[in-house]
T-cell receptor, first 115, second 113 residues
Framework: ETGVTQTPRHLVMGMTNKKSLKCEQH?????MYWYKQSAKKPLELMFV???????ENNSVPSRFSPECPNSSHLFLHLHTLQPEDSALYLC??????????????FGSGTRLTVV | DQQVKQNSPSLSVQEGRISILNCDYT??????FLWYKKYPAEGPTFLIS?????DKNEDGRFTVFLNKSAKHLSLHIVPSQPGDSAVYFC????????????FGKGTKLSVIP
């Protein structure tokens, strides 16, 4: 149990589908993140929420839509995705919005396949 | 442009020997560096970190060395154990007000019994 729970663990969706990824943390952390891990690429930061406010959007296409209703939950809404969006999507949280210890806690990820 | 580079995609080491994983960075503003370990089907887990004001940090079998002039850091694992087999990610952040981490591509370590 990592403290950060992601559901579902695996998702196969068609290009016309709409689905959502869910992330939940009960660590009392203030910041939550969505990362994308594609094959042979570094972890790419997609979105950052600090105290429920979105503070980063790293030029992510609008077909990815994040939502953070409270500091414990984070969603990633997906619609009209492309096959190249197939990847491992990782959620993370951290206790601080800044400072010297960034001890991210990651979830196990959602393996997304777009067909 | 990759700001954090792990140029070795994989590394194999005999059990009991030293594993050395390397990481280079290009952004002079980075002042905090971390190593994460990832097993298959799991998210990365924090391993060890180092501030730019230090050149070494040790935690049990794991030691991270930082050479600021060379913009290079390394993770030493001594002695290596089969359970250390995983993908290791180097990450860096810039400035006390920044909590965004920039990751490398990772190095897959295989420790052979």
């Amino acid at each position: 149990e990592t403290g950060v729970t992601q559901t579902p663990r695996h998702l196969v969706m068609g290009m016309t589908n709409k689905k959502s990824l869910k992330c939940e943390q009960h660590l009392g952390h203030n910041a939550m993140y969505w990362y994308k891990q594609s094959a042979k690429k570094p972890l790419e930061l997609m979105f950052v929420y600090n105290f429920k406010e979105q503070t980063e959007n790293n030029s992510v296409p609008s077909r990815f839509s994040p939502e953070c209703p409270n500091s414990s939950h984070l969603f990633l809404h997906l619609h009209t995705l492309q096959p190249e969006d197939s990847a491992l999507y990782l959620c993370a949280s951290s206790p601080l919005g800044g400072g010297s210890n960034y001890g991210y806690t990651f979830g196990s990820g959602t393996r997304l396949t777009v067909v | 442009d990759q700001q954090v580079k792990q140029n070795s995609p994989s590394l194999s080491v005999q059990e009991g020997r030293i594993s050395i994983l390397n990481c280079d960075y290009t952004n002079s503003m980075f002042d905090y560096f971390l190593w994460y370990k990832k097993y298959p089907a799991e998210g990365p887990t924090f391993l060890i970190s180092i501030s730019s004001i230090k050149d070494k940090n040790e935690d049990g079998r794991f030691t991270v060395f930082l050479n600021k002039s060379a913009k290079h850091l390394s993770l030493h694992i001594v002695p290596s154990q089969p359970g250390d087999s995983a993908v290791y990610f180097c990450a860096a952040s810039a400035g006390a007000g920044s909590y965004q981490l920039t990751f490398g591509k990772g190095t897959k370590l295989s420790v052979i019994p």
